[in-house]
Antibody, heavy 120, light 111 residues
Framework: EVQLVESGGGLVQPGGSLRLSCAAS????????MNWVRQAPGKGLEWVSY????????YYADSVKGRFTISRDNAKNSLYLQMNSLRAEDTAVYYC?????????????WGQGTLVTVSS | QSALTQPASVSGSPGQSITISCTGT?????????VSWYQQHPGKAPKLMIY???NRPSGVSNRFSGSKSGNTASLTISGLQAEDEADYYC???????????FGGGTKLTVL
């Protein structure tokens, strides 16, 4: 069974940093592209970042470019999101999502999400 | 403002059919057959319902179907059931640097 479990969320002050993790199991992690998608409270979904299976190709949404860094450790079956210079508007539930093998930028499995709250 | 435009809400009675539209541009919905639809119940993670405009993942009911015409994609749910009440989001690959764009979401109410 495919499982994605996020961790690392919490309350952080504006300008602070946080590192999210996503532990993957039930599939060959190193063969799949991965993404982070976030959802502000009561709002819609917003794509945040993409990383290829090898980690060699990375994309970011303009809203986080220069502040967030996506990475992965295929030996540990883990995906990460380093978030720096956090702003109030970064407050959201952050989901890690597996990119489907059969379609571009289509997410077939999602974690349960981890809440990041940026507030003083 | 979301990149893809969806109606904020739709409603229907059990057994009826409803359609949710998703309008983009030639740089996303109109330019590629990489439109997906997700269902999200309150407090839960999104679930993939349709990929590549009209394909259903294994395990998704055939009451869910997708289509596209020009820059507008559509999700149709036939034989509405109470369990279909949820938020629905469309997404598309885009040639812009953002890679993926989502719609603002549509709240489906089963009357």
């Amino acid at each position: 069974e495919v499982q994605l479990v996020e961790s690392g969320g919490g309350l952080v002050q504006p300008g602070g940093s946080l590192r999210l993790s996503c532990a993957a199991s039930g599939f060959t992690f190193s063969s799949y592209e991965m993404n982070w998608v976030r959802q502000a409270p009561g709002k819609g979904l917003e794509w945040v970042s993409y990383i290829s299976s090898s980690g060699s190709t990375i994309y970011y949404a303009d809203s986080v470019k220069g502040r967030f860094t996506i990475s992965r450790d295929n030996a540990k079956n883990s995906l990460y999101l380093q978030m720096n210079s956090l702003r109030a508007e970064d407050t959201a539930v952050y989901y890690c999502a597996r990119e489907a093998a059969m379609a571009l930028r289509c997410f077939d499995y999602w974690g349960q999400g981890t809440l990041v709250t940026v507030s003083s | 403002q979301s990149a893809l435009t969806q109606p904020a809400s739709v409603s229907g009675s059990p057994g009826q059919s409803i359609t949710i539209s998703c309008t983009g541009t030639s740089s996303d919905v109109g330019g590629y057959n990489y439109v997906s639809w997700y269902q999200q119940h309150p407090g839960k993670a999104p679930k993939l319902m349709i990929y590549e405009v009209s394909n259903r993942p294994s395990g998704v009911s055939n009451r869910f179907s997708g289509s596209k015409s020009g820059n507008t994609a559509s999700l149709t749910i036939s034989g509405l059931q109470a369990e279909d009440e949820a938020d629905y989001y469309c997404s598309s690959y885009t040639s812009s640097s953002s890679q993926v764009v989502f719609g603002g979401g549509t709240k489906l109410t089963v009357l």
